[in-house]
């Protein structure tokens, strides 16, 4: 079994920061792509910004210049650093990881999710 926990959402002011942290666990052989994704109510879950298992990076474009992702392999985890938030970063954020556990090929995990607010 794979586990993947998800922390650091919360309430913050426009213009604030805050750090997500997404960290699996369990039967891992190996990790390739990690990623985190967003889905504000009434809205289609989206894609906030990816990291390949050699550290190449894609970020939406309504995060690039704010939201920044890394990963620390030893750890299986990966980060979501968010900067100069805006009301519309407002949404739960899920971290999405690929995993080979035993035999067989990678499939996607998915972390419980975290609720991001932000303030006006």
């Known amino acids: 079994q794979v586990q993947l926990v998800e922390s650091g959402g919360g309430l913050v002011q426009a213009g604030g920061s805050l750090r997500l942290s997404c960290a699996a666990s369990?039967?891992?052989?190996?990790?390739?792509?990690m990623g985190w994704y967003r889905q504000a109510p009434g809205k289609q879950r989206e894609l906030v910004g990816s990291?390949?298992?050699?550290?190449?990076?894609t970020m939406s474009d309504s995060v690039k210049g704010r939201f920044s992702i890394s990963r620390d392999n030893a750890k299986n985890t990966v980060y979501l650093e968010m900067n100069s938030l805006k009301p519309e970063d407002t949404a739960v954020y899920y971290c999405?990881?690929?995993?080979?556990?035993?035999?067989?090929?990678?499939?996607?995990?998915w972390g419980q999710g975290t609720q991001v607010t932000v303030s006006s």
């Open positions: 990291i390949t298992s050699g550290g190449g990076q």
């Open positions: 999405n990881v690929q995993i080979r556990s035993g035999f067989g090929g990678y499939r996607d995990y």
């Open positions: 369990g039967s891992i052989v190996s990790i390739n792509g």
